[in-house]
């Protein structure tokens, strides 16, 4: 167990609709990052929170959009779903000037 | 940009053998981290060994073990004692330094499905 959690662990969505999903990041902890995951794929960067500051982002249209709480939890939003984001959602968590990453056990969307 | 490419989709292994996992890495950056994930069934990433890139010496694990060359850009890992709980997806991973190019991002691999046979 890392102690970072992401809720819900399943969803089904339709196409077009808006989601929001959650992560509450290891004690002490105040970076975390979001990947997604296609299946089969290895993990794909969105973006990364410091401080309730993005701080970086990846190859995602503005619909993926994200935001981290005071508390560092976090959220990541996704307006207009398309099938295509069907994917497993990883959140992470980290010290920011800490090396290593620790992972959630992630929110598999299903986009029909 | 970092690239990062493991060569093999499929690997196996019989129980209590040794098993290395390839992956080679692309970057313009002089110093960075390297890291292999496993992945099992139940989804979570779990960090198995890490490697900075400035210090020469192969880190270890208890079973695990890597082959960093840092010219040919080569980080293998060598899983030795292989057990049943070994069997997963594992992913290799880069991701740079504080003040780096994209300090932050992990950049993974496409991972290396591991089957361990009894």
Known sequence: ?112 | AQTVTQSQPEMSVQEAETVTLSCTYDTSESDYYLFWYKQPPSRQMILVIRQEAYKQQNATENRFSVNFQKAAKSFSLKISDSQLGDAAMYFCAYRSLPGGTSYGKLTFGQGTILTVHP
Do not use: M
Not at chain 1, 42 to 56: H, T
Not at chain 1, 82 to 107: H, K, R
């Open chain 1, 1 to 112: 167990e890392t102690g970072v959690t992401q809720s819900p662990t399943h969803l089904i969505k339709t196409r077009g609709q808006q989601v929001t999903l959650r992560c509450s990041s290891q004690s002490g902890h105040n970076t975390v990052s979001w990947y997604q995951q296609a299946l089969g794929q290895g993990p794909q960067f969105i973006f990364q929170y410091y401080r309730e500051e993005e701080n970086g982002r990846g190859n995602f249209p503005p619909r993926f959009s994200g935001l981290q709480f005071p508390n560092y939890s976090s959220e990541l939003n996704v307006n207009a779903l398309e099938l295509d984001d069907s994917a497993l959602y990883l959140c992470a968590s980290s010290p920011y000037l800490n090396t290593e990453a620790f992972f959630g056990q992630g929110t598999r969307l299903t986009v029909v």
